[in-house]
């Protein structure tokens, strides 16, 4: 039988839980939390001279990146990209301009997101950093707190929300 990573958590939480009841009921303390960063680190060790780990085994989906790097285009149905230990190339300067406001959601953790717009679009940049950089067109960088960047023109067409936490956003302009 193949030990998977359900199997580990689950033993390590029955592990966990008995060590808690011992410490209740019995008065033996026993470092819980120790053991767990222990059991994880010889896992990952097995697991690493096994062979069997591997990025390739990291899910990465049509509107999200996790330890890679990608390109994506356009504005997607759910209006919302996440990048988690990742890199990832957002081009919207392909967007046309319609009737109807779009809006886009981007998610960094631990990440590098770069959101490529062109010039001339009519577009409402808000950016949220918590230990991370965002920079936006015309000088505008925060490291921790809010930033925004609004295109000259009077009527936005597209929004963009990017949250930025122990990463990277910036914003490249084309012509």
Not at 11 to 31: H, T
Not at 87 to 103: C, G, H, N, T
Not at 109 to 116: A, C, Q
Request: aromatic share 10%; proline share 2%; charged share 20%.
């Amino acid at each position: 039988m193949k030990m998977g990573i359900g199997i580990f958590l689950g033993i390590l939480l029955i592990l966990a839980g008995s060590a808690i009841i011992l410490r209740i009921l019995f008065n033996i303390d026993i470092p819980v939390f120790k053991l767990l960063v222990a059991f994880i680190l010889i896992y990952i060790g097995i697991r690493m001279l096994s062979g069997d780990f591997s990025i390739k085994n990291i899910h990465t989906g049509q509107n999200a990146v996790i330890f890679g790097e990608t390109k994506f285009h356009g504005i997607p149905e759910n209006h919302e990209y996440t990048i988690l230990f990742a890199q990832a190339r957002i081009d919207l300067s392909d967007v046309e301009a319609s009737d109807e406001l779009k809006s886009l959601k981007i998610n960094t953790i631990f990440g590098e997101s770069e959101l490529i717009i062109r010039k001339d679009q009519s577009i409402l940049i808000k950016a949220d950093a918590a230990f991370a950089s965002a920079r936006l067109p015309g000088n505008n960088e925060t490291s921790f707190g809010k930033v925004q960047y609004q295109s000259r023109s009077e009527k936005i067409m597209l929004e963009v929300e990017s949250n930025v936490v122990f990463g990277e956003f910036r914003v490249l302009e084309k012509d």
